[in-house]
């Protein structure tokens, strides 16, 4: 009988939420996500990314689509390997582009969701650094949450901007960093092109803030209406070009 058993599970072994060592087809292409006229936003994804800083600038932008007489955004993901992610909390999902090989939209804004690994291995990870400085030098925004600033920093992208990370983050950026300007008690840094996050739920103040900043008021505030946010900029403690700390 256990025999029979085994034979009958044998089709399902490995399906579970792994990573599988060869690379996986895409299906459809991940091209079929980029259309003409929009801002191509990329987000970078890896084994251990958090769910939060994930999605929360992925929902955001998805919906700019949704919005009339605006440049909306193609929302796509990339990573070194296109095997199966499993984030930190063990949602399963296939990248859209693996950047070592495929071909790539232009991107022009980049986002850098924080992962479990983002103080310590991934920074050890040179090809995907390497494809963040370059990458980063190029695009018109670059957005960070929560630890997602390290990679930033260890890409050499923050040397001469403000910015912040994750609360309890901030004394390590400022130890493996010391050249960083690094802000604290805010939501969100915005100087340059670039965005760093407290990450959390404030990954959303910063994602809204980058549409506010693009499409104005009225359309940053239609989008936190349709996902049910209480939107205020004014309210939220931040930093942004040509104003003060809030």
Known sequence: MKIYLLLFMLP?????????????PLSPSPWAKIKPGRYNAAILVMDGV????????????HHTRFRDSIRAMNVFTVA????????FEGL????????????????DILIV???????????DNTRMIEWVKNTGATADFVLSLCDGAFVLAKAGLLDSVQ???FPDD???????????NVVEGVSFVHDGKYITSAGGDRSFDAALYLCEH??????????????????????????????EQR
């Not at 390590?172 to 050249?179: A, G, H, R, T, Y």
């Not at 009225?218 to 104003?243: C, E, F, M, T, Y």
């Open 214 to 243: 693009l499409y104005g008021k009225h359309i940053a505030d239609r989008l936190a209406h349709g996902l049910v946010i209480d939107w205020n900029l004014q309210s939220i403690k931040h930093l942004a070009p040509g104003k």
């Open 163 to 165: 910015c912040t990370t």
């Open 12 to 24: 399902f072994l490995g399906s579970a939420c792994t990573p599988s060592s060869a690379p996986q």
């Open 170 to 180: 901030t004394r390590q950026l400022k130890k493996m960093f010391p050249q960083l």
């Open 92 to 107: 399963c999902l296939i990248p859209d582009f693996n950047f070592t090989y495929d071909s790539l939209p232009p991107i």
């Open 80 to 87: 070194d390997d296109r095997r199966t992610i499993t984030t």
């Open 50 to 61: 958090y769910n939060t800083e994930l999605v929360a600038p992925m929902d955001i932008f």
């Open 113 to 123: 969701p924080s992962a479990e690994h983002h103080l310590d291995s991934d920074l």
